[in-house]
């Protein structure tokens, strides 16, 4: 049997692939991106809340969109998480896909933007955000690449460069990654990277599963 390729496709035809998705004015902010800043309730989980006697007790989350998470760390994109709910189960979560700033229990969400900013060390020029719901509005507003969801409300639709057409906590946060990752040329080689598997000498920041 002849061998077929790994990766499956080049990066220069995962490029292409994404350039055809895109809007032309929106290839070159999607290639600037260093820096991927999500909600959680509604972007990285489909916004479910379960309750148990002693407070948040279950989150669930798509395995797609951790494999693309892994992936963009494995491709050295930063990762950050902004939520306004004390939540430890999206932080764990966060914590095993190698996330590089956790920021919980935060309404005011350009305040915790801004500190995100300093401790990942990048500009907002570079930034993308991605939220569902008002309080994330000033947040979308401080950054190049604001980013939503469709079932978020119009006036958060409207100040997004762009929507996902996945909803969100359902494949949402892959389509992002994957339009970047593909856009920047870092695609197959994310891929390869984690089939290689950890480092031994990887540190706690490695991502300790990839979702899939």
């Known amino acids: 049997m002849k061998a077929r390729p790994w990766p499956p496709r080049s990066d220069d035809e995962y490029r292409r692939e994404a350039e055809a998705l895109l809007p032309s004015d929106l290839r070159a902010a999607f290639a600037a991106v260093r820096l991927l800043v999500f909600d959680a309730d509604g972007v990285l989980t489909a916004a479910n809340i379960i309750y148990g006697f002693d407070g948040e007790a279950l989150k669930e989350f798509d395995s797609r969109d951790g ?76 950054v190049a690449l604001p980013i939503s969801v469709p ?37 197959g080689k994310a891929l390869l990277k984690l089939a290689a598997g950890p480092s031994p000498h990887a540190g706690r920041d490695a991502p300790r599963e990839a979702g899939s």
Do not use: N
Request: aromatic fraction near 6%; hydrophobic fraction near 45%; charged fraction near 30%.
């Open 67 to 142: 494999f693309g998470l892994a992936q963009a760390h494995a491709a050295g994109l930063k990762l950050a998480l902004l939520t306004g709910r004390p939540s430890p189960i999206a932080a764990r979560r966060c914590r095993d896909l190698g996330f590089d700033v956790i920021k919980l229990d935060r309404f005011d969400k350009r305040a915790a933007l801004d500190e995100i900013l300093r401790q990942a060390g990048c500009a907002p020029e570079e930034t993308a955000y991605m939220g569902d719901d008002v309080l994330d509005i000033p947040a979308l507003d401080a």
């Open 151 to 187: 079932e978020a409300p119009a006036e958060v639709r409207e100040r997004a460069r762009w929507v996902t057409r996945a909803a969100g906590g359902r494949g949402a946060v892959r389509e992002i990654t994957d339009l970047m990752l593909k856009l920047q040329g870092l695609y």
